[in-house]
């Protein structure tokens, strides 16, 4: 098994590179008049969304952490002490909040341990300026998505969600390539103890239930081209794919095989692995 922060620490490059530049563009004017921003991170995970986006706010920020895995909050925490002392950020702590303050600019972070499908019972959303979520929804079922999604735009919250899974493709193609794909992909959308997970099917769920409920949006793909310089990230995807498929009642004999093929292909420096996202801003 993955250990799953290695996993989030290793991809955090590529998430920045693929997020949509377009989206990320027009969400930081949306806010730019503010004099402080309130963000909820929720399933914060080793706080990307917060390295990646507390550099390109210029105004004060206050952060709200919401994660389920508490190993995960502990993580973050440091991971970002780390990177933020690397700014020039000046460090503080006042009971449970973490304080950075570089020049003017001050920006606070709490946590809180709880699921964002509680989200209204957990977090003030009137003073809500703005949610953060990556790679979150297309392990929700819709059912899970519409109660978090009614919850936050009931109170006019805008909310930035990042790298929504909708595809995938190896370069050069295999003939069995489609077949382990869709069997990967089934297994996101497999009956569990929730409901069925969106999946692939996330992205194009998500916009609708937007434009149905008249909500306005800006949209991107937000895609990770994996080649030879990534043969990590083609470890850790092959790996998935490999014990997800494996998981299948309907798994077919020749799994390894194909997996052993990408992966020697991997060490050739010859795979490319193309991830297709989209990307997400709603906002009032």
């Avoid at 020049?103 to 606070?108: D, L």
């Avoid at 790679?135 to 999604?149: H, M, N, R, T, V």
Wanted: with cysteine; net charge negative.
């Amino acid at each position: 098994m993955i250990k799953f922060s290695s996993w989030l620490d290793e991809r955090y490059q590529h998430d920045v590179d693929a997020r949509n530049k377009k989206v990320e563009q027009f969400c930081l004017e949306h806010f730019s008049n503010l004099a402080k921003i309130q963000i909820v991170d929720v399933g914060s995970g080793t706080g990307s969304n917060f390295i990646n986006l507390s550099e390109k706010f210029k105004q004060n920020q206050q952060w709200t952490f919401l994660e389920q895995d508490e190993g995960l909050i502990s993580h973050s925490l440091e991971r970002i002490k780390k990177k933020l002392a690397s700014r020039g950020y000046i460090i503080t702590q006042q009971n449970n909040n973490l304080i950075f303050q570089k020049g003017s600019q001050r920006i606070t972070i709490q946590t809180i341990n709880g699921s964002l499908l509680d989200i209204d019972k957990l977090i003030n959303l009137t003073n809500t300026n703005l949610i953060t979520a990556s790679a979150i929804f297309d392990l929700f079922s819709i059912e899970q998505f519409k109660i978090f999604s009614e919850q936050v735009h009931r109170e006019r919250v805008s909310v930035l969600s990042t790298l929504n899974y909708t595809g995938m493709h190896f370069e050069p193609a295999l003939d069995a390539d489609k077949q382990f794909i869709d069997l990967y992909n089934a297994h996101m959308k497999r009956k569990q103890s929730f409901g069925v997970g969106m999946g692939s099917d996330c992205y194009d769920v998500m916009n609708s239930y937007y434009e149905a409920n008249k909500i306005a949006t800006v949209n991107g793909n937000s895609t990770w081209d994996l080649d030879k310089n990534a043969q990590s990230m083609h470890t850790f995807l092959l790996t998935f794919m490999e014990e997800s498929i494996a998981e299948l009642s309907n798994c077919p004999s020749g799994l390894k095989r194909w997996v052993q093929e990408k992966r020697e292909a991997s060490a050739l420096g010859t795979l490319k692995i193309v991830v297709e996202h989209g990307d997400t801003f709603t906002y009032y």
